[in-house]
């Protein structure tokens, strides 16, 4: 999932969208949704237990599996060893209950900015409304 990330993202760069300076100044910015605070409507999984495979080279690092809300439900992703480079550390998935959801955040390298989905937001603005709206 991260290669095709990164894949879209140079591919953005390549073809201006990234690099253009008119769309520097009105502010746009690329979403990447692996990399999006989500909310799941059931609590997760427990984990799996994998086995680790040998190291394939020196440098390689193993990145655990974790439960992915997709759709409407949790995927597993299994665990994979990955180069290190200078990414930072590996920082787990996160799974947080919040009211009636649970808080996703996906695993990811620390150099890797999180953002609020649209979803995200909409559920905590209908429970702000409803909350301000019980007092009336």
Do not use: C
Not at 53 to 58: L, Y
Not at 88 to 113: F, L, N
């Amino acid at each position: 999932m991260l290669k095709r990330i990164v894949g879209v993202i140079t591919t953005l760069l390549l073809t201006g969208i990234g690099g253009s300076a008119a769309m520097a100044q009105v502010g746009v910015s690329v979403n990447v949704p692996g990399l999006q605070i989500r909310l799941g409507h059931t609590a997760p999984p427990h984990l799996r237990h994998e086995r680790i495979p040998p190291r394939p080279f020196r440098d390689a690092v193993w990145l655990a599996g974790s439960w992915d809300w997709q759709g409407n439900q949790w995927v597993w992703i299994p665990g994979r060893w990955e180069r290190a480079e200078h990414r930072g550390s590996w920082v787990k998935a996160r799974y947080v209950r919040e009211g009636d959801a649970w808080r996703y955040e996906p695993a990811h390298w620390s150099s890797q900015k999180l953002v609020e989905s649209d979803e995200y937001h909409r559920y905590h603005n209908d429970r702000n409304h409803d909350r301000d709206h019980r007092h009336d």
